[in-house]
């Protein structure tokens, strides 16, 4: 437990923690920040790929974990110390309440990815079955419970989200993107993350970067799909770190009351919140507390 949030042992220590608190970030740098199961590997292969100008030789040679090292990790400082690459990738799942005021004054670029939560939540519960340093996941019905009042491992996603999402405004050093658009138009968010960083790409380029970081690429990559974790920390036997990787995928999960049951909670602790949710591809986005239409399938409805 640090600062009332619970965080992995095997990866995390008391030290580590405050010293991710300490960090001293240089105006180089780039954070990517997620709440877990939003889209962190993606966007770590995103951003390796756009400084190499497409070139994956780095992407397919080095473990995510070294090129984009967790900041809160026990190992980050020593991965820090043998990498001379910059600007730096760091990556974190730290909420702004926790990191914010080690960013303050910085000009380090921070990309903040999002996800809507009935995706993180089925993502998140399948990763525990496959996960040994992680809880035993119970039913889903437990862990959506748990994930709803915020007792996870890495605190509340509502927290998380507003956190940071709240800080766009002011920042104009942090972009804040989503899984779903990146899903969707997965060219065009790496023009948007390209221009974000900087780093402008011909067409060729960006061509590149959308065949290497693909799902199915990523999937298939030793140095993104986790497949090089021991079997004691990952039991691969149990299923795939990346497993599908689709927007709605929580439908094969959520019972229509659980679906129902977390949107009145998503607009009980949303409320002052103007964020917009992909539920469903097949659908028109809609508002966060925009009125309902009772014709309408909770189901299918993006808010």
């Known amino acids: 437990m640090f600062h009332g949030i619970s965080f992995p042992g095997h990866l995390h220590t ?149 956190g940071w999402t709240s800080q766009t405004a002011t920042m104009n050093n942090l972009l804040h993107v989503t899984y779903e658009e990146i899903s969707l138009d997965l060219h065009g968010a790496i023009k948007r993350l390209s221009t974000f960083l900087q780093c402008p790409l011909v067409e060729d380029e960006v061509n590149n970067c959308v065949e290497h970081c693909s799902f199915s690429n990523m999937k298939d990559n030793k140095m993104v799909n986790y497949t090089l974790i021991a079997d004691d920390i990952v039991d691969h036997r149990k299923g795939s770190f990346m497993r599908k990787g689709k927007i709605g995928d929580w439908k094969n999960m959520f019972t229509e009351e659980q679906s129902q049951y977390l949107e009145s909670v998503l607009k009980s602790k949303m409320q002052d919140c103007m964020l917009e949710f992909v539920w469903d591809v097949q659908e028109e986005e809609e508002p966060l507390g925009k009125e309902e239409n009772p014709s309408e399938e909770h189901d299918s409805e993006r808010s």
């Open 14 to 162: 008391q030290d580590s923690l405050q010293r991710a608190l300490e960090f001293e970030f240089q105006d180089t740098d780039i954070l990517i920040v997620t709440y877990p199961k939003s889209g962190t590997t993606w966007v770590q292969q995103i951003v390796t790929l756009i400084l190499s100008k497409g070139d994956p030789n780095l992407s397919q040679t080095v473990p995510n974990w070294a090129r984009a090292p967790w900041l809160e990790q026990y190992y980050f400082s020593a991965i820090l110390e043998t990498s001379s690459r910059t600007p730096r990738i760091i990556t974190s799942h730290l909420n702004h309440q926790l990191l914010g005021p080690a960013l303050q004054g910085s000009k380090a670029k921070i990309i903040y990815v999002s996800r809507n939560p009935k995706d993180v939540v089925v993502s998140f519960y399948h990763f525990h079955k496959i996960a040994n340093f992680l809880p035993e996941a119970g039913s889903f019905a437990e862990f959506l419970n748990q994930f709803l009042k915020g007792t996870l491992h890495f605190g509340s996603w509502f927290d998380h989200v507003k």
